[in-house]
């Protein structure tokens, strides 16, 4: 049954993937990939000068060499001879030169587009809505940041430029070659139609693996982040060997597509090797009777200087063919990355859409519809007013909507139809920002970043100072929970506040939502997590915090919204019931029955 379920989603994440139409050595992505260079055109146009500079001195220490064997030691001249030795020292040296410069600037031009790529990914989804995140796995979203990214820094600050360098001494070599002998160098030329097919045909294949390589690798990151997070329920249904076997049938999966890869790679360059193997043999063959022959046309001299520069023209063959794997490879992640920044929200703020400084907390719904997918109605024409300073209640079943309606306040989605309210004005023309800036959000698996208490709840209000954290907690009554910690507010909540128990990660989201000062609170299932007593202690406290503001309270637990000006009770989208506690109370309905249920349980 795991091997079935794995190779079920082994197969929708190929389809998601497939979506792509991915043609990795396209001109119009590599010339969007290499426009994050334009900030640092200086340095791009130094290397670009460095790599063309190198591309003629490889050749040129050739020529000297056949230069001097023609002249000179033909000659007998000794004096030639040592010049020429002079000569060839001299730009030895800068080429080596040469060779530091362009590496060190090839290796910070990487860098610096590798720092800009990330930095526009980041902030590209810090701005993407919820749904994004709803539909797109984690360990994609991390495979874009680092592994993707880094290929895409070899693309950039290697083969782009190795295969320049190499590119450009084929073409000098070329040049002299043509002036050594014509004829020799349209033997050679008679080589490029048997690369061009060899080459055509194996890019196919390695295009082909390459990308099915990353796909794999891509869904062994997805899983592998998706276990870490579900480790709690791995273990607890003693589910690990079940685990196991899906993710070392998806490491296998990955295996195969590598092998494949590094098997067509290994047949790739030797038989490139071959070919110039041959062609040499014939030039060799040629060129011998060229100068041997009674009636020869070529000096043996010009013959050695054709051969080296035969040498050089076949040398970079190879190279670039070992490029080839990781120009593919960076290209593909480019596309990947590209695919990532072109993905547009949903939905964005309108065009119309103004600041709101300061709200009044008046919440309105009318006629509200909507759906987190077009086939799938969630809430049905919803319609209630929450003046300004009131408690809104929203109970009901699991999957009723009561989240979905604090998630449209708070404007994590858009209606579908209807409208939404805020002060009279209609949510679409209030800038998320500025509304968000004056709402604030507890929920019961609220998340604590990596830090301090102390900075955990100065996420709340980034420049509140320690005296401030400190005075809202108090505010909560709950100031000995914290202090009697190991080392009170600097104390460590360890990833995801892994090192703090439930209610004190409620207690520091409740004084992180205290600091901001919100006009309009959201409480999701806010105290579902706190255990009796510590409910009872900020019980008090809560009310502190709802005081002035314009709530809406989601709970299980009715014990804490016996007092809210309003009680709505949704059922399969739809607004049943509403009026205060003892209204509902009083109607023996729906209401009644989650009210006996909770007291039954309670008891």
Not at 133 to 152: A, C, N, P, W
Not at 234 to 259: C, I, K, P, S
Not at 567 to 595: C, K, M, N, P, W
């Amino acid at each position: 049954m795991a091997t079935a379920l794995t190779r079920t989603l082994t197969r929708m994440e190929r389809h998601e993937e497939s979506e792509v139409d991915m043609r990795p050595l396209e001109l119009g992505l590599i010339r969007r990939l290499f426009s994050y260079t334009k900030p640092y055109a200086a340095k791009r146009n130094w290397l670009v000068f460095l790599v063309t500079l190198r591309a003629i001195q490889l050749p040129a220490l050739t020529w000297i060499i056949a230069a001097v064997i023609k002249g000179p030691i033909t000659d007998g001249n000794v004096a030639g001879v040592t010049w020429g030795a002079i000569c060839f020292t001299l730009l030895a040296l800068t080429t080596q030169l040469v060779m530091h410069f362009r590496q060190r600037l090839a290796l910070e031009l990487g860098e610096a587009v590798v720092f800009d790529l990330r930095n526009h990914i980041f902030s590209h989804l810090q701005s993407m809505p919820m749904s994004f995140f709803g539909r797109t796995k984690l360990g994609r979203v991390i495979s874009r940041m680092t592994s993707d990214v880094e290929d895409v820094r070899m693309g950039v600050q290697d083969v782009l430029f190795i295969v320049l360098v190499q590119v450009g001494q084929m073409g000098v070599a070329a040049a002299f070659m043509l002036w050594y002998d014509p004829m020799l160098f349209l033997m050679v030329l008679g080589l490029v139609p048997v690369l061009w097919v060899i080459n055509s045909y194996f890019r196919r294949k390695l295009s082909i693996g390459l990308r099915q390589m990353r796909d794999s690798f891509s869904r062994v990151t997805a899983t592998l982040a998706e276990s870490v997070n579900g480790i709690r329920v791995t273990q607890g249904f003693v589910r690990q060997e079940v685990n196991a076997q899906m993710f070392g049938e998806l490491v296998a999966d990955h295996a195969q597509y590598n092998t494949y890869v590094n098997r067509t790679q290994g047949l790739f360059l030797p038989l490139l090797d071959l070919n110039n193997q041959f062609f040499v043999a014939m030039l060799l063959l040629v060129g011998g009777y060229q100068t041997l022959s009674p009636h020869a046309t070529v000096h043996v001299a010009d013959l050695v200087g054709f051969f080296f520069m035969a040498a050089l023209f076949f040398s970079p063959i190879s190279t670039i063919g070992g490029q080839y794997n990781q120009a593919l490879t960076s290209m593909a992640g480019a596309e990947r990355i590209f695919k990532l920044l072109d993905a547009r929200p949903d939905w964005e703020d309108e065009p119309a859409a103004k600041d709101i400084d300061h709200l009044e907390g008046r919440v309105e719904l009318r006629r509200l519809r909507f759906g987190y997918s077009a086939d799938r109605t969630v809430l049905h024409g919803i319609n209630f007013t929450a003046e300004p300073g009131e408690t809104i209640a929203l109970v009901g079943q699991t999957g009723s909507g009561k989240t979905t309606i604090t998630s449209l306040i708070a404007k994590f989605y858009l209606p579908t139809s209807g409208e939404l309210l805020i002060d009279g004005r209609e949510i679409r023309k209030i800038t998320s920002r500025s509304l968000r800036r004056q709402i604030g959000i507890v929920l019961q698996q609220n998340f604590l970043f990596t830090g301090t208490i102390l900075e955990n709840i100065r996420v709340g209000k980034s420049d509140a100072t320690d005296e401030e954290v400190v005075a809202a907690v108090a505010r909560l009554d709950c100031l000995d929970m914290i202090e009697a910690l190991p080392e009170g507010f600097a104390t460590q909540v360890g990833e995801r506040g892994s090192s703090l128990s439930l209610g004190q990660r409620q207690i520091i989201c409740f004084a992180r939502a205290l600091i901001a000062d919100p006009r309009i609170l959201i409480l999701d299932e806010a105290t579902s997590s706190v255990d009796t007593l510590t409910e009872f202690r900020v019980q008090t406290a809560l009310e502190r915090l709802l005081a002035g503001r314009t709530s809406f309270v989601v709970a299980h637990r009715l014990s804490t919204i016996r007092h809210a000006d309003q009680v709505l009770v949704l059922e399969q989208g739809q607004i049943i019931e509403r009026g205060t506690h003892s209204e509902l109370l009083a109607q023996d309905g729906a209401y009644t029955a989650l009210y006996k249920r909770f007291a039954a349980h309670a008891a």
